[in-house]
């Protein structure tokens, strides 16, 4: 059984409470239909932190300087997103001790989501643009169904061993 | 802006997602329809932690001892999910410095939902009996449909200022 937690922003936790839907066999709302060889995973938990104090309070980092704080939220860049999601995945796996740790956050750009075990560590973004602070709600909530679904695609790819250079995929190994 | 932060087992951070949807004006998926006079609110962070290990690492807390365990996650009785619900509440609260907390969890029976503040504690279930180990699936989705929408309606009696013994509601007033 291999332990996932997940700390998320853009993506509202749904990519946790897909991954538990998997593990209990409940429906799965985006469309995931995982290799049927994919080893058995439990979700230990799934964290929706959009704010800098609840980063500050619950994973216990201090958080990337933003570029942008509106009512407590945190906006990033692109760049700014990418070391962020990777400092929530850290930290979340650290803290529940689970095998793997997810992290994404989407201020400014395509968002940055990372997939970390203690060995691995992938990164890559949901592949739509979009402005926390601009964009309509529509093109957000796009953004944030494909952050979901990408986000879970990465996961699977380091769960069957699929990983770059091999695999050609477009995320980063940074380990 | 009344701060609100969420500790959640059987609404799988669902609560959370519409407060913060709410907040940011994003679309409600639960058919609330909060008094226009509701004050602002936003979302510190929503925690979905189904896991026993979960609640210990993060919310810092010795769970109540469960009825059962099923893979790390627990399943409690109608009392045990009630003295549970309070726990996570007031523990998530606290480490978030939120104005609000609210915690869920519902194994055996029909779940318990705590909303606290610092002075005010209110306590309910979602109404519908199902069981963690055995119900089917649809079950325990009616089950979490209506804890969704029973948290947001104690949360809005709350915020109204529209609690026990006034408003006749069926939730526990504790403090």
Redesign the interface.
């Known amino acids: 059984?291999i332990?996932i937690?997940t700390a998320e922003c853009f993506t509202?936790?749904?990519v946790?409470?897909e991954i538990?839907a998997l593990?209990?066999?409940?429906?799965l709302d985006f469309g995931w239909r995982p290799d049927p060889a994919l080893p058995c995973v439990?979700?230990?938990?799934?964290?929706?932190?959009?704010?800098l104090?609840?980063v500050h309070?619950?994973l216990g980092i201090r958080p990337v300087p933003p570029f942008e704080v509106i009512?407590?939220?945190k906006v990033y860049d692109q760049q700014g997103d990418e070391m962020m999601a990777l400092k929530m995945a850290e930290a979340v796996r650290e803290?529940?001790?689970a095998d793997i740790g997810i992290g994404t956050t989407a201020g400014i750009g395509k968002g940055g989501i990372a997939v970390v075990t203690t060995e691995i560590k992938l990164l890559t973004t949901s592949g739509i643009d979009a402005d926390l602070r601009s964009s309509p709600?529509g093109r957000?909530?796009e953004r944030q169904a494909h952050g979901v679904k990408k986000t879970l695609h990465t996961l699977e790819c380091l769960l069957m061993n699929r990983i770059p250079p091999e695999c050609g995929e477009d995320f980063l190994r940074l380990d």
Not at 42 to 51: E, M, N, R, Y
């Open positions: 059984m332990r937690a509202h936790g749904l946790g409470k538990h593990s209990r066999g409940y429906p439990s979700l230990v938990a799934a964290l929706f932190i959009p704010t104090s609840g309070h619950i009512d407590d939220i803290i529940t001790q709600a957000i909530l």
